[in-house]
């Protein structure tokens, strides 16, 4: 099984609809939580980045972490054709300065198309 | 600041053949790292490093072998090519602050085509 499980989609949506991405994780020490974006031929970057459980909204976006289900969403309102991407959540826990446990845990990523 | 570069963009290679993939960071980042990119799977880890001198491997390191001599460069070499290995590459960049990594600044990729 895989620290991270993210359905890879693809998902296609209408302009302005509600669109929700997920992710489930198996390690319970994950405690930082990101969304990333890439575009077509590009690399991530980074789009929403929460500690531990709760909610974060950044305009459209909202990032939502249930560390009791081990479950992170990301939530896009109003979608438009430029979030026309493929959005990648990725984890981490707590690590000490030089520890090679300091990396990210990525999902596979979902691939996210808004037509007009 | 140009952040993380890559170099070259775009590869062919035939089977056999060595190569190596040049990473360079100018944001004075502790972490850096290697992935692959395929279709439907996903980044994965090849190998990264957690400061200059210091490298570890990552989910994938078989046939790549790493060097990080200097803070600001991280080198990916492929000794022999394999067809397995045709893939995108990214590089990307973090620090450390208080028990978390930092967000991670991904390179432009370079394409590898091994044939």
């Not at chain 1, 319970?28 to 929460?50: I, N």
């Not at chain 1, 990032?63 to 081990?70: F, L």
């Not at chain 1, 979030?83 to 990648?88: E, F, H, I, N």
């Not at chain 2, 980044?43 to 989910?59: D, M, Q």
Request: aromatic residues 14%; positive net charge; contains cysteine.
């Amino acid at each position: 099984q895989k620290e991270v499980e993210q359905d890879p989609g693809p998902l296609s949506v209408p302009e302005g609809a509600i669109v929700s991405l997920n992710c489930t994780y198996s390690n319970s020490a994950f405690q930082y939580f990101m969304w990333y974006r890439q575009y077509s031929r590009k690399g991530p970057e980074l789009l929403m980045y929460t500690y531990s459980s709760g909610n974060k909204e950044d305009g459209r976006f909202t990032a939502q972490v249930d560390k009791s289900s081990k479950y992170i969403s990301l939530f896009i309102r109003d979608s438009q054709p430029s979030d026309s991407a493929t959005y990648l959540c990725a984890m981490s826990g707590f690590v000490n300065r030089g520890s090679t446990l300091g990396r990210l845990y990525f999902g596979r990523g979902t691939q996210l198309t808004v037509w007009p | 600041n140009a952040g993380v570069t890559q170099t070259p963009k775009f590869r062919v290679l035939k089977t056999g053949q060595s190569m190596t993939l040049l990473c360079a960071q100018d944001m004075n980042h502790e972490y850096m790292y290697w992935y692959r990119q395929d279709p439907g799977m996903g980044l994965r880890l090849i190998h990264y490093s957690v400061g200059e001198g210091t490298t570890a491997k990552g989910e994938v390191p078989d046939g790549y072998n790493v060097s990080r001599l200097k803070k600001q460069n991280f080198l990916l070499g492929l000794e022999s090519a394999a067809p397995s290995q045709t893939s995108v590459y990214f590089c990307a960049s973090s620090y450390w602050s208080s028990g978390a990594q930092e967000t991670q600044y991904f390179g432009p990729g370079t394409r590898l085509l091994v044939l």
